[in-house]
């Protein structure tokens, strides 16, 4: 790998002995001004701007819905025909938790990762060309998902991928049936305007171990509490084909699932061109690729449905 430089200063230390505390964000949360014509409403907008999420409800049809479920279904039915670094278990079992770089990986999920619908949103709100940062499938299989424990991805891309500032977003889209007790998303409505600095120093290949457990990159507890009670906390649930996008510093996680109902969505991270990663501001070397691309080439947006003709490789 060629070696990463810094052009940026460090507007968001993190990961100090000990833990900074709560600071104020210093980017926009809405890039693009808006216009009549922006792919959202103005009242979109504002509710992103303020709670630092948006859901959208029959952005897709069923019958392309159904679609993104079957490529779903089998990328987890054949694992092992995957790069195996891509593939993370659950802890303590051989259950998948998440697939990385699906959109690398499914002819439907590229297809999707372009979609205008998606993409115009992504430019309006990050006021820039964009292109994916991350791609994944999160999977809760019935009775023995794990959580994913409260965190800000932005942290995270800080520190240990080199990410300069706060201008990327992710979107969520459901494969299954999300409520509220099988483990869904939950977001802290308006955290994101806050910055909450970890402590510890990032151990060498974190991410070996962060992406089935994470112990680093975690708020201390008390700031989490004085932040939810502040702000609260909202599930993402609905029906299959829902999409949320999502602040990259919006404060989230989720529970376990115990119940006998999987729960599988699929992530798509959108960071502007302008953001590219720089050399983590608090890490020895950079994540791989699957967790953070650094070839920055703008998406050329995607017109019309998913149709079957993304046939799978």
Known sequence: MTELRRATPDLYPSRGEPSRGPSHRLDPVVHGAWRPDAPISLAQARTFETEGFLALDALFAPDEVALLQSSAAGLLADPGALPSDVVVREPGSDEVRSIFDVHLHSALMARLAADARIVDIARFLLGDEVYVHQSRLNYKPGFDGKEF???????????????????????LILLAENTEHNGPLMVMPGSHRLYLACGGATPDDHYLSSLKKQEYGVPDRLSLAELASRQGIVSIIGRPGLVALFDCNLMHGSNGNITPQPRSNAFLVYNAVSNRPERPFGAARARPDFLAARSAEPIEPARGRLTAGAAEP
Do not use: C, I, N, Q
């Open 149 to 171: 424990y409260w965190h800000s991805d932005f942290e995270t891309w800080h520190v240990e991928d080199g990410m300069p500032r706060m201008r990327a977003l992710s979107v």
